[in-house]
């Protein structure tokens, strides 16, 4: 557990957490602790105990927002892409009127992006804090978005060019991956939603326009979500359109070489009945002149074949 003094974006480091239970002369104080440290938290800042339940519980939380008589605890998920599978992570947030607690299990890649952020807008007061943190949320999920439309795309490109059986699992299990994202986006719209429209003492009224603008970036990523849910559709469709088309050129070309053995077939059962007269026995090169005569034939039909496009 880290505790901060900041002071308009500048960072100073408190050894005793006891300390930040009373409202510094100026700034705010920024507890960035694990869920081991609630248990010193909970009565220090008075947090309620159904919030310090949903931050202990293993399960993944959905997004919410809980407002109680001297803080407000807030969920939001943190998203993390592999190139094979999305990862969230919650993101717990006490916001009080002199201190801002991020409770998580594991590091958060936007908590260390927001300190240079934090210096460059001299941020004073937790409020503004939240919303430098909720926007660089919002953000990662555009940038993830952008690297799934770029999955997509390569999918699309390898499908047409080069089928496989891998693919049709790629399908199945990035179309999972976002059906699953796109519930996770509805709740998250929520809190956002709450946090720029009513009426809240803990956050100033000026900074609620700025929340606005992060709900209306989270609606067009939850479009955006959504039309990568019909892409995925028209993916499995070019998938199997292409397998329906692979299987034809296979049938095809099975089909032609049938076509061009039945006359050799027809020719070689005919020299193979025990006739006692069979035209060529008894000459010399009837062998080698039945051989090459079958070769022109099968050569004769490639070429045409060939010529019809039918190869």
Known sequence: ???????????????????????????????DAGTDDLEILQP??????????????EEEQRPKIELYDNNYFIVINSIRFDDEEIFLRALNIFLGKHYIITVTRQKINELRALKPILWQEEVAVPDRFLYHLVDLVVDNYTNVGDRIEAKIETLEEDILLHTKKSHLNEIVGLRSEILWLKKVLVPQKEVIATLSKRELKLISEPLKKYFGDIYENAVKISETFDTFRDLMGNLREAYQSSVANRANEIMRVFTAITTIFMPLTF???MYGMNFDYVPGFEWEYGGVATVIFMLLIG???????????WL
């Not at 220090?44 to 519980?57: G, K």
Request: with cysteine; net charge negative.
């Open 1 to 31: 557990m880290k505790t901060r003094l900041v002071q308009d974006g500048v960072f100073t480091l408190i050894d005793d957490i006891t300390v930040a239970a009373e409202p510094p002369e100026h700034g705010f104080y920024w507890i």
């Open 44 to 57: 220090l800042f008075n947090l309620h105990e159904l919030a310090v339940e949903d931050c202990l519980m």
């Open 267 to 269: 020719i070689t059962g």
């Open 299 to 309: 050569i004769s039909m490639l070429i045409l074949f060939r010529k019809k496009d």
